[in-house]
């Protein structure tokens, strides 16, 4: 009889149900059924993560104007902080990718899965492109207008140009024929890799942003509105890379010209 220990590793490795677990149904060990219940989870939750896989493709190939066509997913991060740029991404994903299985909007991720998501995207995808927006333009445009020249960059820097594009929310000033689709992040395989690449890609360059003023904790907060975030920004200023326009940095600056 095999010990708990060589079960629970033979389980931990196993990704479908063999005949030799059978015999496991009937094991009395409390650690064997402990294990082989979290294995069980694991194949359902695998079979889940398939499905919705299945789901996503199904969806970003609705889109298709022809049967190879390409679909271009586009997305941002960064709309909503008061410092640093907001990050666009377009990709346009081979026709089917099983190594992909799993991705969904970047906010559902952990920032470990998305770093190893960001990876796995880069090598598959058929092409993509990153734009980073700065500060300074978007205090010159807005942010939503700054997000859609971000966009639009991003678009016209890919080598492959796309026949249709699936937006998150967003309509981008481009002469392709293109669908915005609410809480695409969540519903489309295309614009799900571009919410990783570029959350992965702004929070590289928070981290780097943070060794050169590590005063305003950008690694911790990436640029967002926490309190210990406005408490740097009253004790030492905002920096080149906060976003003037934005509440409370504006009025706090009113304050300071009217003094």
């Not at 695998?46 to 271009?72: G, I, T, V």
């Not at 969904?104 to 927006?133: M, V």
Request: glycine share 4%; with cysteine; hydrophobic share 40%.
């Amino acid at each position: 009889m095999k010990t708990i220990k060589e079960i629970t590793e033979a389980l931990k490795s196993a990704n479908t149900y063999e005949p030799w677990m059978k015999e496991l149904e009937n094991d009395e060990r409390a650690g064997v059924q402990k294990a082989f219940l979290q294995f069980k989870k694991r194949l359902q939750n695998q079979e889940k993560m398939l499905e919705q896989f299945r789901q996503k493709q199904a969806f970003d190939a609705s889109f298709l104007p022809f049967e190879d066509a390409y679909l271009a997913g586009i997305d941002e991060a960064g709309r909503g902080p008061l410092a640093g740029p907001v990050v666009t991404c377009a990709v346009i994903l081979p026709k089917d990718c099983p190594e992909l299985v799993g991705v969904n909007d970047s906010k559902q991720l952990s920032k470990k899965k998305r770093a190893e998501f960001a990876e796995l995207i880069k090598k598959h995808a058929l092409d993509y492109s990153i734009h980073f927006q700065s500060a300074e333009i978007i205090d010159e445009m807005n942010i939503l207008e700054a997000t859609k020249q971000s966009m639009k960059m991003c678009v016209e820097r890919l080598k492959i140009r796309p026949d249709f594009c699936i937006v998150d929310a967003v309509t981008v000033p481009i002469d392709i024929p293109q669908k915005n689709i609410i809480k695409g992040d969540a519903k489309s395989l295309a614009i799900g890799a571009a919410s990783i690449l570029a959350k992965h890609e702004r929070d590289l360059y928070m981290e780097k942003l943070h060794k050169e003023y590590p005063q305003y904790g950008f690694d911790q907060h990436a640029g967002y509105g926490t309190k210990q975030h406005l408490e740097a920004i009253e004790q030492f200023g905002p920096t080149i890379h906060h976003r003037k326009s934005f509440e409370p940095i504006k009025t706090m600056l009113e304050k300071k010209v009217m003094i």
